[in-house]
Nanobody, 124 residues
């Protein structure tokens, strides 16, 4: 059973940066699409970024394009999310997820494994 553990969240001022990391254990995710979702209070969980298992294909939601970068290291079983130019509207719980699929998928139901999440708070 794959387990995902996120780290790197915290409190940052608007315009600042954070780097989230997700480490997988209990199995390899090297052949999984990996995604970062976020969920703010009273809002639906939304996909922020995703990356194919080769790293050749990525997805970003429009609101983070040019500011966030997703990357993965299959040898280390990790996936990172570099977040720059953070805005207060980026405040949310951020969750790492894995989907056993070749193509990048965008809905939560398509992801089989989830981490517990890490909180990101951006102050204005």
């Amino acid at each position: 059973q794959v387990q995902l553990v996120e780290s790197g969240g915290g409190l940052v001022q608007a315009g600042g940066s954070l780097r989230l990391s997700c480490a997988a254990s209990g199995g390899t995710v090297s052949r999984h699409v990996m995604g970062w979702f976020r969920q703010a209070p009273e809002k639906e969980r939304e996909l922020v970024a995703a990356i194919s298992w080769t790293g050749a294909s990525t997805y970003y939601r429009d609101s983070v394009k040019g500011r966030f970068t997703i990357s993965r290291d299959n040898a280390k079983n990790t996936v990172d999310l570099q977040m720059n130019s953070l805005k207060p509207e980026d405040t949310a719980g951020y969750y790492c997820a894995a989907a056993k699929t070749i193509v990048v998928v965008t809905t939560p139901d398509e992801y089989s494994y989830w981490g517990q999440g890490t909180q990101v708070t951006v102050s204005s």
